[in-house]
């Protein structure tokens, strides 16, 4: 009879738990996922309700992404983005992966000396203007490869490749060896198909550093229009919205331009920004998830 009591009051406390368990992570969602719908609501709104919307459009309009969607050379600013990131994503992947697998092998000439190296370049900067002053050097300025080649290495990514390594079976590469595998064979054939969960979340942390990047392109590409990158050209969008905001105030501008906010505008850009990123994230955050935790169990 005691024994039905205890399996009762721990099957309550269980549903209890549980309950609670449920409720606190759908308002942890809703927290995370307010803030976007926010953004995508304003964006929808008229203008001159834009702000006072706050779980569905007031007044819906799609002006706001029409102006975006024909803003001059935003096509070829998206190919520019799609580009960069997809050829920068690819190049740091493999070589971040090549540095961290080579780290892991003690017979690599200066192996230590190299490692605390690139380790130390996570705490020191040159600055701006010492970097603008060596990618000039490098006659990367007004290239396209300014975007890329600058990206391909990075301590922190070799740093989470180079542990997530370190904890696969070394009975796998000493079979392969043994077989007469060299260590470009091992590598493509063996380490990296056993390393997808941390190759996609260098992936994603790559690409979304690739498509959100736009200083660089204010800096290193400033007089060739033709690469100019899609987040540039929203932000110079941006930019001018708040200028002709003003102009508004002042009456200075034609009446039509009062379909034009720099808070709807602000919303809009947020949303083509931020879209591609989610639409990509889903596929990869299995793997993301596995390898992000791997990668930091050890130091």
Sequence with gaps: ?????????????????????????????????YPLWYVFVQSLSGAHVAGKGVLI?????????????????????????????????AGTVICCMLLGYLFTKEQMPFRKLLYRMVTITMYVSG????????????????????????????????????????????SVEESAMLDGAGVVTIFLRIILPMSMPIVATIAVYASVAQWNAWFDN???????????????????????AE??????????????????TPQGVRMTVTMVTVLPVIMIYPFLQRFFIKGIMIGAVKG
């Design 1 to 33: 009879m005691a024994k039905n009591k205890n399996h009762i009051r721990d099957s309550k406390s269980r549903i209890l738990f549980s309950a609670f368990n449920y409720l606190f992570f759908l308002l942890l969602i809703l927290f995370c996922a």
């Design 57 to 89: 459009p007031n007044e819906f309009t799609l002006t706001n992404y029409v102006q975006v969607m024909e803003l001059r050379g935003i096509f070829h600013a998206f190919l520019v983005s799609v580009a960069r990131t997809v050829i920068g994503t």
């Design 127 to 170: 600055g701006l203007i010492p970097t603008f002053l060596v990618i000039k050097a490098y006659h990367l300025t007004n290239t396209f490869w300014v975007y890329v080649l600058p990206s391909l290495v990075s301590a922190y990514y070799i740093i989470l490749i180079k542990t997530y390594v370190e904890q696969l079976p070394a």
């Design 218 to 240: 204010h800096i290193y590409t400033f007089t060739r229009e033709n690469l100019t990158t899609l987040q540039y050209t929203l932000y110079q969008y941006l930019n001018e």
């Design 243 to 260: 200028r002709i905001a003003k102009q508004l105030e002042e009456g200075n501008v034609d009446e039509r331009l009062l379909t034009l």
